[in-house]
């Protein structure tokens, strides 16, 4: 393995914060990774299950979607952490 790597983030999908499941995912990542953590998450859609079976980008395929709003937060996010 490359010693050299570093963690820049961790990104938690497919996640569903209603349930007790998504809640304590949440708790243990944040736990272990700490400030690791992106504050994005990209929870369940399905317009984002949708858009690679029709060969598209969610920005592209459903721009409006609640899919395409996160994943554009997180790249502000990206870029804002540096």
Do not use: C, W
Not at 39 to 44: A, D, G, N
């Amino acid at each position: 393995m490359n010693q050299d790597l570093k963690i820049e983030g961790v990104l938690l999908t497919m996640l569903d914060a209603r349930t007790n499941l998504g809640l304590q995912v949440i708790e243990e990542v944040k736990k272990y990774f700490q400030d690791k953590v992106y504050k994005t998450v990209i929870p369940r859609n399905v317009r984002l299950s949708e858009a690679p079976s029709h060969g598209e980008p969610i920005i592209i395929y459903d721009p409006k979607s609640r899919g395409a709003e996160v994943y554009l937060d997180l790249a502000k996010e990206v870029v804002a952490n540096g």
